[in-house]
């Protein structure tokens, strides 16, 4: 059964790697299933075994970045990190994982879901600071639409600032500010 998981486990890895290649190279709406399992060296009746279209192996690859991203960044607020330490964590991740951030934003209707489900995710983590004049929803929407913003500008300048300054741009820019108008502080949420 281990055996079979790790089997499992390395198709879908490779599926995921063909895409975002050919998502890269020509756009998703271009990549067909064919030349996904081409590129993956896996046989076409295999890629059915695991996914009904390229549809769902995308989410698959945009569900492993959201657990993965919420899981950093929640791992920085227990040890009383600073905003600007997120930041970089977030800038890290990115440059890590760069060719993926970069097919998951090409994609239209991939990066309105990554909107949508990253706001979500804020709005469930986070609380309202009492007395805001700003809905919790309009701020996360927010905050999420401007780090997309930051992160697709970086990419697209093939990342001219080390990711220390770029954590601290988000700090200032985004992060900060917000929190201040909308959110509760950092570790209040659960008092």
Not at 12 to 26: P, S
Not at 151 to 174: A, K, Q, R, T, V
């Amino acid at each position: 059964m281990d055996t079979q998981d790790r089997r499992v486990k390395r198709t879908q890895h490779l599926l995921a790697k063909a895409l975002i290649a050919l998502t890269l190279e020509k756009g998703f709406d271009a990549v067909t299933i064919r030349d996904i399992t081409d590129r993956a060296d896996i046989g076409y009746a295999t890629f059915f075994r695991h996914y009904k279209d390229k549809h769902e192996l995308l989410k698959d690859v945009l569900d492993v970045v959201l657990i993965e991203l919420v899981n950093l960044l929640r791992s920085s607020y227990p040890a009383g990190n600073s905003n600007s330490t997120t930041g970089v964590l977030l800038f890290r991740y990115v440059q890590e994982h760069n060719e993926v951030v970069r097919a998951l934003l090409g994609t239209h209707n991939l990066r309105q879901q990554l909107l949508k489900a990253a706001t979500n995710t804020t709005i469930s983590e986070t609380g309202p600071r009492p007395g805001s004049v700003v809905p919790l929803e309009i701020a996360s929407n927010h905050i999420v639409a401007s780090s997309i913003a930051l992160i697709e500008w970086w990419l697209d300048h093939n990342m001219p600032y080390p990711i220390e300054l770029m954590g601290n741009i988000y700090e200032e820019l985004i992060e900060r500010p917000t929190s201040e108008a909308a959110f509760l502080a950092k570790g209040q949420q659960s008092q």
